[in-house]
């Protein structure tokens, strides 16, 4: 599927499936987590794990517990979304991810994605979920926008680098 985002930039959206570079998307995970305060759950892929990891991820997507896609322009990465299964008695209850790099946020990307991961839901996934942080504006907008609605508020469940905490919200997709 081709994108064009807001600046003019012409993307592609692909299904993880379709990726077979394991540090093309590896590696746009461990960057954008170094420079992100607003990832929830996301943690880096460890040096010489990225096939690991890669074909882990397809087994859950052939297994309908997952989708996964990823943004590029030129062949780089520039941004993620995925529903994941949780397991046993809540598996048909899926989580959502996105990650956008810095330069393409306020693009359009972020929604772009989140909106497509959700038309590709698998009949697993019943209900769908997310946490963010209470100072991430923008991921608000969006998830309002697309349909979820606040159902929990923990507060100071995160402490940020300089020792500040912050609420995370959770949200739920009301359809």
Known sequence: MELELKNGDKIE????????????????INEVHAESKH????????????QEWLKDKKNEI??????????????RV??????????GRMAHVAELEVMIRKEYH???????LVKEVLKRRTPQMERVMLYYFSGNKI???????????????MKGWFKADNGTYEDMINMELIS
């Open 78 to 87: 520039i941004g993620s979304t995925s529903l994941i299964c949780f397991k």
């Open 139 to 153: 991921a608000r907008r969006i998830y309002n926008h697309l349909g979820f609605k606040e159902v929990a508020k």
């Open 62 to 75: 052939s297994k309908g517990a997952t989708v996964y896609l990823v943004a590029l322009n030129k062949n």
């Open 13 to 28: 959206i692909k299904s993880l499936m379709d990726i077979s570079n394991a540090n093309l998307v590896t590696g746009f």
């Open 106 to 112: 306020n693009n359009g990307l972020g929604y772009s």
């Open 39 to 50: 990832l929830v759950k996301v943690r880096p892929i460890k040096a010489g794990n990225e």
